[in-house]
């Protein structure tokens, strides 16, 4: 299974032109999260994914509600907005977890989740899954600019644990491209560019 992922687009008018260049080339495409700026132009920019016709998993970033992307998404007939669920394609199950956890900004835009919340629901993620969240874990493409880790703690402590067959993130920007290994499992913080994997 050939795998094109992102995270992070912000309304980047290249970032959409250069999936809808590539994205035939791709068995699946993964979004893990933040297409608009603070909650806003989500239905307009999503309206240029709808002739997508490659099965697409996308999860919620911390700059968009779960309820206004499942609305944007109405049109995208072959997306599936994963939030504490799965979804099987081709015999693989993705699970996704969106929204920033353990919470860091505390602008009214901003969707998130506290730290226990966030492991009751990576529980129910099954082995040998593709797991897409939009944070990354501690300790891995989660260092900002200061050098501080904002990964969330029980993320890393979820992937040290259950046997998952690849993690893909993105939120920090500072750490997009970044990658490292957990219990076996690649974890990648994707950014906006476009980033390929076979599995």
Not at 89 to 116: D, H, M, T
Request: aromatic residues 10%; glycine residues 10%.
């Amino acid at each position: 299974m050939k795998i094109l992922a992102l995270s992070d687009l912000h309304l980047s008018k290249k970032a959409a032109d250069d999936v809808l260049a590539r994205v035939e080339d791709a068995d699946v495409l993964v979004i893990a999260g933040d297409f608009s700026q603070k909650g806003k132009g989500l239905s307009d920019y999503l309206k240029g994914f709808e002739t997508i016709q490659t099965p697409a998993i996308v999860v919620p970033g911390n700059h968009e509600s779960l309820a206004a992307l499942d609305k944007a998404c109405n049109g995208w007939a072959s997306v599936t907005l994963l939030h504490g669920n799965q979804h099987e394609i081709n015999g693989q199950v993705f699970f996704g977890l969106g929204y920033e956890f353990p919470r860091r900004n505390f602008e009214s835009w901003n969707q998130y989740l506290g730290e226990a919340d966030a492991a009751s629901i990576l529980d129910s993620c099954p082995e040998d899954a593709v797991l897409v969240t939009h944070v990354p874990p501690f300790g891995i493409g989660d260092k900002q600019r200061n050098g501080i880790h904002e990964g969330s703690k029980v993320l890393r402590q979820f992937l040290e644990r259950r046997s998952i067959k690849l993690h893909l993130c993105g939120h920090i920007h500072y750490s997009w491209g970044k990658d490292g290994w957990v219990n076996g499992c690649r974890s990648q913080n994707l950014g906006p560019g476009l980033n390929w994997f076979e599995i």
